[in-house]
């Protein structure tokens, strides 16, 4: 048995009497889902509102050379009308979404069922009147802002294809994403206050545009007031034509596996890669585990600190508690503006009840000290979640003591962009959890453990690289325009499997703890970035001739970037040089890709066939030069000393 010793807290009695799932329910349900998905998902993809039922649950195959993922597939249904049009009858005037401004002097706003409705409505026949036709494509680059979720649920009642772009993507960024769905227009925002300043987003709209064709248009919201500048005919007012547009939109029918989304992710080479996920199988988990894992009841009010930039927002700040009849709520400012008390005064505000954040805030705030906590009623909440990073102990504890009390459970969710919800994670009322550990598979979830080298499954207590062995309806369904691609970097590995990118460890009492990523995936404060696009925009510079970036460990954000920079002949390195570089690359990229540490770097270690030795690059980073292992296969050995002589040479 697990027990408070072996540092496991069980839920409370009162946690267990109020949740969806007990230990028992969580048994028989995991055994059933795993043992005759057929039955098990028949039955909870039936809870979704059809508008012609399936009759073919699952139909998956993931051998290399033939993936092909369809779920629930002769289905027909639209998702907005699951997140809205179906909660009407009972919920019209219940809260849908909670909008808490960046600016605390300004006003919250409530948006109703019936308010939400009708904003999707006139935002969808907007976007009809833009030409917008099902399939189509349209990129969303928007603030934390009600009509970032109108907008989302508009491309969903027509039948479009959404891709959201986090607002703190640089215009090239942008640009790359636009070009590479061929989007039909991009709806953007004047600008975006966060934490007191505001970014240019219609600027940084106007700059990508230039490198896109020019008969992609810009939807504008006109949020702050701000003066833009305006390209007549290209441009086009938002909220102006939503006043004038008819208030309802008939939902399109839709295919259970027609595209609802695509979301650019890092993956370990090249560009980001665009993550597809579908229509039914994907809302269908996302309200599952949404409802199951943060065990949400009628009348609670959750608050997820994504941002809808990235998957977390996707499914649980609008789908997954949307198509719950859920109350979500957006908050568009920082944790730590106007002061390091600001989370916790929007939950003794909004009498929050679930809170959803990332270890790097927590960590960040508990810097700040527990007093910020400590001015807030914090009573209200029922129940806390952790997403992006594995969560240290002491985040966790400090997490646990000062914001939960001691009284509620912590979700620590284990995910990915490609999942589409959660796969690995307690659930409230059924699993014991350990500061650090995901805990336990989600329904229908078959973990696999496998031998990094040979790839032969692990039993009982293992270490090595995590597998997922079978379909699960929220999985991703292919990478945007490039089905090979997505069985190269998913399917190729580990034969027979998805492969998450991950280590882990299971332990006795069969838990699993997430060690990381073990390819070329660095996550910095939660946020994935592929190090190949650092490298690629720091050898974009005229003064570099090559770059190598690794993962180095960070206090706050779990892990930092180092970037080893080899100049050109002639160029001299100094400190003005090292600043136009990070400056550099966070205009390439975006501020979450400024690197940490830059070293001049005269030569790489390489192998004789030319390929970087990262690892050797990721001991010195750490200041790990007595590991460095054999270094006897690199063309020049000598490179080592010098870094390791020059590793003071940093900034
Ligand atoms: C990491 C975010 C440990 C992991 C939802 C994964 C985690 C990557 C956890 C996906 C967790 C996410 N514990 N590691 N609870 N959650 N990760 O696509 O390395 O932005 O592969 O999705 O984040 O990041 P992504």
Same mark, same amino acid.
């Given at each position: 048995?697990?027990? /408070? ?78 997140? $809205? ?7 019209? +005037? ?21 308010? !939400? ?56 960024? &942008?640009?790359?994403?636009?070009? +590479?769905? /061929? ?17 240019? #987003? ?81 809302? !269908? ?68 009840? %679930? ?22 009623? #914090?009573?209200?909440?029922? $129940? ?31 995910? %990915? ?32 453990? #496998? ?18 062995? +079978? ?7 292919? !990478? ?86 080899? &100049? ?61 292992? +054999? ?11 010098? !870094?390791?002589?020059?590793? %003071?040479?940093?900034?």
């Amino acid at each position: 048995m697990l027990d /408070q010793a072996r540092g496991c807290r069980a839920p409370a009695a009162d946690v267990v009497a109020h949740a969806h799932v007990n230990a028992a329910d969580y048994d028989r349900m995991y055994a059933e889902s795993i043992a005759d998905p057929d039955a098990f998902w028949g039955r909870e993809g039936r809870t979704l509102d059809w508008v012609t039922p399936f009759s073919r649950v699952k139909n998956t195959d993931m051998t290399l050379g033939q993936v092909s993922i369809r779920w629930f597939e002769d289905g027909v249904l639209n998702a907005s009308v699951n997140c $809205i049009d179906r909660h009407l009858p009972t919920r019209a +005037d219940q809260t849908a979404i909670i909008w808490e401004p960046d600016d605390p002097a300004d006003p919250a706003q409530h948006i109703t069922y019936a308010q !939400l409705s009708e904003n999707v409505n006139r935002f969808a026949n907007v976007l009809l009147s833009q030409g917008v036709m099902r399939g189509d494509r349209v990129v969303i680059y928007l603030p934390m802002i009600p009509e970032a979720a109108y907008a989302m649920l508009a491309c969903a009642r027509i039948g479009a294809i959404h891709s959201v772009v986090f607002a703190g993507f640089s215009p090239d960024s &942008l640009a790359n994403r636009i070009n +590479d769905c /061929q989007a039909k227009l991009v709806i953007t925002a004047d600008t975006a206050p966060r934490g007191g300043r505001r970014t240019p #987003l219609k600027s940084n709209a106007d700059a990508a545009l230039l490198r896109c064709s020019e008969k992609v248009r810009c939807l504008v919201v006109k949020h702050t007031g701000d003066q833009i500048s305006w390209i007549e005919g290209r441009d086009v007012d938002v909220k102006a034509l939503m006043r004038t547009a008819a208030p309802d939109c008939p939902p399109r029918p839709m295919g259970a596996e027609d595209p609802l989304f695509i979301l650019y992710t890092s993956g370990s080479t090249g560009r980001p890669k665009g993550v597809v996920h579908s229509t039914a199988g994907y809302l !269908l988990y996302a309200a599952m585990t949404h409802r199951l894992v943060f065990d949400y009841h009628e009348g609670d009010v959750y608050w997820c600190t994504a941002d809808v930039g990235w998957v977390t927002g996707h499914s649980y700040i609008v789908y997954g508690p949307l198509a719950n009849g859920g109350t979500t709520l957006m908050f568009e400012g920082t944790p730590n503006f106007p002061d390091a008390g600001r989370f916790w005064e929007v939950v003794a505000k909004h009498r929050v009840t %679930q809170f959803y954040t990332a270890p790097t805030a927590i960590r960040a705030l508990m810097g700040q000290g527990e007093e910020w906590p400590a001015r807030h009623d #914090l009573s209200s909440l029922r $129940i806390l979640g952790s997403v992006g990073e594995p969560i240290n102990p002491e985040a966790w504890n400090w997490f646990d003591r000062h914001v939960g009390h001691g009284r509620c459970p912590i979700v620590d969710t284990f995910w %990915q962009t490609e999942t589409g919800g959660h796969m690995i994670t307690p659930l409230p009322g059924a699993i014991p959890t350990k500061p650090g550990s995901a805990t336990k598979p989600f329904f229908g979830v078959r973990p696999a453990v #496998l031998d990094p080298t040979t790839g032969a499954e692990l039993t009982g207590e293992a270490e090595g690289v995590l597998a997922i062995a +079978d379909s699960w309806p929220g999985q991703m369904r292919t !990478l945007w325009g490039d089905h090979e691609r997505f069985e190269e970097a998913y399917f190729s590995q580990y034969p027979g499997t998805y492969f998450t990118g991950d280590g882990c460890r299971r332990d006795a009492d069969g838990y699993y703890w997430i060690t990381g990523r073990v390819d070329d995936v660095l996550n910095i404060s939660g946020h994935r970035m592929g190090t190949a696009e650092i490298e690629s925009a720091l050898v974009a510079h005229r003064d570099v001739a090559e770059a190598a970036v690794v993962g180095v460990p960070h206090d706050i954000k779990g892990q930092g970037i180092y970037a080893y920079v080899t &100049l050109m002949n002639g160029v001299e390195p100094g400190e003005d040089l090292r600043a136009d570089l990070v400056k550099w690359v966070r205009a390439e990229i975006g501020p979450i890709a400024t690197p940490d540490f830059l070293q001049w770097a005269p030569g790489l270690p390489k192998t004789r066939s030319g390929k970087i030795m990262r690892r050797i690059l990721r001991k010195i980073a750490e200041d790990d030069f007595g590991s460095l292992g +054999d270094t006897s296969t690199l063309a020049d050995p000598a490179v080592v000393d010098d !870094l390791i002589a020059n590793r %003071q040479n940093r900034g």
